[in-house]
């Protein structure tokens, strides 16, 4: 069955360092891959897509990858900030499933 | 205004209790969904409608009902609450492709006692 692998939190960084959560994915089909974002006492919010093999969604400075070879779309920001403090999801449709797929979520924490 | 509200933001409940989150959409989807939040474990879905008259059960529908009343309207029922239903509880909407957005109300706190 489809499946999102996210690594654990949490993550905890200083100010301006360099950011990768790792996420890969197991889906029959052709999946488009998301990152939700959670700040503190909100919802969900989408952070980035893609929906084809090499496309790359940013957006806020963040970045991820779709990488069909090696199933995963991790999420990259070369310099991250305390506002940045959240829990970040990844997660998967296929064309078949309209329903989202989601990794556990991985709670990051940034320091000044 | 938030595209997407749930009321209400908190509850607390007994045991045995029926309780009845709501959720209306302004963003004109026919697509909605309810997901349940505990720690570790992500978003699971409950149910899922994609239209007034096409409801779904989800990953973990045991113990819940839903509701489509219009468009915009999809509550969820709780008919007898117990301790292992308090967690945060998420409702969604987006459009019919499946590369859409699904754009998330701000969720309730429900405390079962």
């Known amino acids: 069955g489809n499946s999102v692998t996210q690594m654990e939190g949490p993550v905890t960084l200083s100010e301006e360092a360099f950011l990768t959560i790792n996420c890969t994915y197991t889906a029959t089909g052709y999946p488009s891959l998301f990152w939700y974002v959670q700040y503190p006492g909100e919802g969900l919010q989408l952070l980035l897509k893609?929906?084809?093999a090499d496309d790359k969604g940013s957006n806020k400075g963040f970045e991820a990858t779709y990488r069909k070879e090696t199933t995963s779309f991790h999420l990259e920001k070369g310099s991250v900030q305390v506002s940045d403090s959240a829990v970040y999801f990844c997660?998967?449709?296929?064309?078949?499933?309209?329903?989202?797929?989601w990794g556990a979520g991985t709670k990051l924490i940034i320091k000044p | 205004d938030a595209d997407v509200t749930q009321t209400p933001r908190n509850r607390i409940t007994k045991t045995g209790k029926r309780i009845m989150l709501e959720c209306s959409q302004t963003k004109g989807h026919d697509r909605m969904y309810w997901y349940r939040q505990d720690p570790g474990l992500g978003l699971r879905l409950i149910y899922y409608?994609?239209?007034?008259?096409?409801?779904n059960k989800g990953e973990i529908s045991d113990g819940y009902s839903v509701s489509r009343q219009a468009q915009a309207k999809f509550s969820l029922s709780l008919e007898s609450a117990i301790p292992n239903q308090t967690a945060l509880y998420f409702c969604?909407?987006?459009?019919?492709?499946?590369?859409?957005?699904?754009?998330f109300g701000p969720g309730t706190r429900l405390t079962v006692l």
């Open positions: 969604a909407t987006s459009g019919v492709d499946s590369t859409d957005t699904q754009y």
């Open positions: 997660a998967l449709t296929t064309d078949s499933n309209y329903q989202l797929i």
């Open positions: 409608s994609f239209d007034v008259k096409d409801i």
């Open positions: 893609a929906t084809k």
